[in-house]
């Protein structure tokens, strides 16, 4: 499978063989940062609208949290834009004796 960095998580077909291979070059007590497209959490119209957009382009709308726990990882998920339908996932996994790393607070990226 070949990673494209610019490319949505939702286009890639096969979710958990990508995030496998995600995992496997990442270090333990690593952290994995995905942006996707999702609902919004309230069900807005405009967030909803783009996303079945994206949908109708041939993205894959997946259950992210739980494709995320399902590998044993501890995440946020933040709606980061588009009403709601872009997230920020940021994903943490195991360091040595099942420990996880701390969680960092978003960040809001000021232009």
């Not at 995905?34 to 894959?60: A, C, E, F, H, K």
Request: net charge negative; with cysteine; aromatic share 8%.
């Amino acid at each position: 499978m070949n990673a494209d960095p610019e490319m949505a998580f939702s286009g890639y077909p096969d979710a958990h063989a990508a995030l496998s291979e995600m995992l496997r070059v990442l270090a333990p007590g690593g952290r994995l940062v995905l942006i996707d497209v999702n609902y919004p959490s309230d069900g807005n119209w405009p967030g909803t609208r783009m996303v079945r957009l994206w949908q109708r382009g041939g993205d894959v709308i997946r259950d992210m949290d739980a494709l995320l726990a399902s590998h044993g990882l501890s995440f946020t998920d933040e709606e980061i834009g588009g009403w709601g339908g872009i997230h920020l996932y940021c994903a943490n996994r195991a360091g040595p004796k099942g420990r996880q790393p701390k969680h960092l607070p978003y960040l809001p990226i000021s232009t």
